[in-house]
Protein backbone atom coordinates (compact mmCIF):
# COMPACT_ATOMS: atom_id res chain seq x y z
CA UNK A 1 0.00 0.00 0.00
CA UNK A 2 1.20 3.58 -1.15
CA UNK A 3 2.61 5.85 1.79
CA UNK A 4 1.90 9.41 2.34
CA UNK A 5 2.88 11.87 4.91
CA UNK A 6 0.67 13.43 7.14
CA UNK A 7 2.03 16.91 8.81
CA UNK A 8 -0.14 18.61 11.71
CA UNK A 9 1.20 20.65 14.52
CA UNK A 10 0.99 20.21 18.05
CA UNK A 11 2.57 21.53 20.92
CA UNK A 12 6.21 20.77 21.42
CA UNK A 13 6.34 19.47 25.27
CA UNK A 14 3.25 17.14 24.25
CA UNK A 15 4.95 15.93 21.68
CA UNK A 16 8.20 15.22 23.71
CA UNK A 17 5.91 12.94 26.08
CA UNK A 18 4.35 11.37 23.31
CA UNK A 19 7.64 9.88 21.83
CA UNK A 20 8.10 9.09 25.35
CA UNK A 21 5.07 7.13 26.46
CA UNK A 22 5.60 5.45 22.13
CA UNK A 23 8.84 4.28 22.99
CA UNK A 24 7.62 2.64 26.20
CA UNK A 25 4.81 0.64 24.54
CA UNK A 26 7.83 -0.61 21.47
CA UNK A 27 6.28 2.06 18.38
CA UNK A 28 6.64 5.09 16.80
CA UNK A 29 4.15 7.89 17.13
CA UNK A 30 4.19 6.90 13.72
CA UNK A 31 2.33 3.90 14.07
CA UNK A 32 0.66 5.01 17.07
CA UNK A 33 -1.36 7.70 14.91
CA UNK A 34 -1.88 4.96 12.33
CA UNK A 35 -3.75 2.54 14.68
CA UNK A 36 -5.54 5.95 15.48
CA UNK A 37 -6.76 6.75 12.17
CA UNK A 38 -7.60 3.24 11.64
CA UNK A 39 -9.51 2.90 14.88
CA UNK A 40 -11.86 6.53 13.46
CA UNK A 41 -11.78 5.35 9.85
CA UNK A 42 -13.70 1.45 11.17
CA UNK A 43 -16.07 3.28 13.80
CA UNK A 44 -16.36 6.50 12.18
CA UNK A 45 -16.09 8.05 15.16
CA UNK A 46 -13.01 9.52 17.80
CA UNK A 47 -12.47 6.30 19.44
CA UNK A 48 -12.37 7.83 23.43
CA UNK A 49 -15.22 9.88 24.72
CA UNK A 50 -14.25 13.61 24.41
CA UNK A 51 -15.80 16.40 26.96
CA UNK A 52 -15.16 19.44 28.74
CA UNK A 53 -14.06 19.67 32.53
CA UNK A 54 -16.75 21.71 34.33
CA UNK A 55 -14.39 23.08 36.66
CA UNK A 56 -12.81 25.51 33.56
CA UNK A 57 -16.68 26.26 32.57
CA UNK A 58 -17.18 30.22 32.87
CA UNK A 59 -20.16 29.90 35.19
CA UNK A 60 -17.34 28.28 37.61
CA UNK A 61 -15.04 30.59 36.86
CA UNK A 62 -16.58 33.40 37.71
CA UNK A 63 -18.06 31.85 41.03
CA UNK A 64 -14.08 31.35 41.92
CA UNK A 65 -13.41 34.85 40.84
CA UNK A 66 -15.89 36.60 43.28
CA UNK A 67 -15.13 34.17 46.16
CA UNK A 68 -11.36 34.91 46.09
CA UNK A 69 -12.25 38.54 45.52
CA UNK A 70 -14.59 38.14 48.68
CA UNK A 71 -11.89 36.88 50.74
CA UNK A 72 -9.52 39.35 49.51
CA UNK A 73 -12.17 41.80 50.95
CA UNK A 74 -12.28 40.01 54.46
CA UNK A 75 -15.80 38.13 53.68
CA UNK A 76 -16.30 34.98 53.48
CA UNK A 77 -14.45 32.04 55.34
CA UNK A 78 -11.30 30.42 53.71
CA UNK A 79 -11.29 26.33 54.49
CA UNK A 80 -9.00 23.61 53.14
CA UNK A 81 -9.67 21.45 50.72
CA UNK A 82 -11.22 18.60 51.09
CA UNK A 83 -10.42 15.41 49.58
CA UNK A 84 -13.02 12.92 48.50
CA UNK A 85 -12.56 9.24 49.47
Do not use: W
Not at 59 to 84: I, Y
Amino acid sequence: MPQTMVNFRMDESLKVKMDAVCREMGMSPSTAYTIFANKVVREHRIPFEINADPFYSEANMTFLRNAVSALNQGKGVEHDLLEED
